[in-house]
């Protein structure tokens, strides 16, 4: 008995380390929207407020509301909601971002046709960013709160980023950005490790007959992982129309996106795709944006 007790302990153990690490606090670094997927999550100058606060910028004379869902790998359902405005000087942003996978079996370790139960795990962020110019440069924070759980257990803490990014002569742009600090609370026996990033990046604009465009190019580095990434894409505007690419490779994998979309009136769509070399899935986004009146 006491055997059996220690082998479900530590099958149990190993399954909230596992999802945890898959679904967990790495939630934080899964992309929110199409855009992200297809460009990569650049911190420079017109690149991606989620992973540099200094880029929330309200685009239009009134606030954009955004929709966004889709799967990631591993068959994580991911999905999100995010509202931008202006208020006096600062430019503010609402979002709301989770994830779940639904499909998890607890087997003990000898081979049998049905699992002993069936399980879900979850992760849920909700947060707010702020930007403000400024003669030096756009600076930025947001702060969230974070909470996941697998089986019985739930974990919750708050995370902050920091941002600065600034446009220079020739449509050049900078930006830098650190991610994910913050606390979280044990999970089952141990606490999860935020995936703290600092992220560097220029983007230049780029136009050519009735099509205007920016490239983007972001070294980030996992203080988690002790890893580099180098990450580059294109976002190309030919009116209505949007097209979108990335590329990304570290010393382990490579990835490449594409995404593609349009605007019409007051709505925006766009859907994305990112391939691997894992061979683990094809995570896909698709995001909806609507300029409220």
């Known amino acids: 008995l006491m055997h059996l007790i220690f082998k479900k302990s530590f099958i149990l153990f190993w399954l909230f380390q596992s999802v945890s690490l898959a679904l967990g606090t790495n939630f934080l670094i899964f992309p929110e929207n199409a855009v992200d997927l297809a460009l990569g999550q650049h911190p420079s100058w017109n690149g991606s407020e989620s992973v540099n606060p200094s880029l929330i910028k309200q685009k239009s004379s009134t606030p954009m509301f955004y929709i966004n869902s889709g799967n990631w790998f591993g068959d994580i359902s991911i999905s999100g909601l995010n509202y931008v405005q202006k208020i006096g000087n600062y430019n503010n942003r609402l979002f709301l971002k989770q994830g779940e996978v639904n499909d998890l079996e607890f087997r003990f370790d000898k081979p049998s046709d049905d699992p002993v139960s069936q399980f879900s795990a979850y992760a849920f962020q909700l947060g707010s960013g702020v930007a403000r110019q400024s003669a030096f440069g756009d600076i930025g924070i947001k702060v969230s709160y974070l909470s996941f759980g ?91 129309l949007r097209m979108l690419g990335g590329y990304s490779i570290t010393k382990h994998t490579s990835e490449f996106s594409l995404g593609s979309g349009f605007n019409y009136g007051r709505f925006g769509f766009i859907y994305a795709m990112k391939f691997g070399s894992q061979n683990i899935g094809e995570p896909n986004i698709i995001s909806i944006s609507y300029r409220m009146p």
């Open 150 to 240: 697998i089986y019985d257990q739930v974990a919750n803490g708050f995370t902050f980023d920091i941002g600065f990014s600034k446009l220079l002569k020739n449509g050049i742009g900078v930006g830098f950005s650190v991610l994910n600090l913050g606390y979280i609370s044990k999970l089952y026996e141990e606490k999860p490790k935020l995936p703290v990033m600092a992220l560097a990046g220029i983007s230049k604009e780029l136009s050519f007959l009735s099509a205007k465009s920016r490239v983007f190019s972001t070294i980030e580095y996992s203080v988690l992982n002790s890893l580099y990434k180098i990450k580059t894409g294109a976002d190309i505007l030919l009116g209505p």
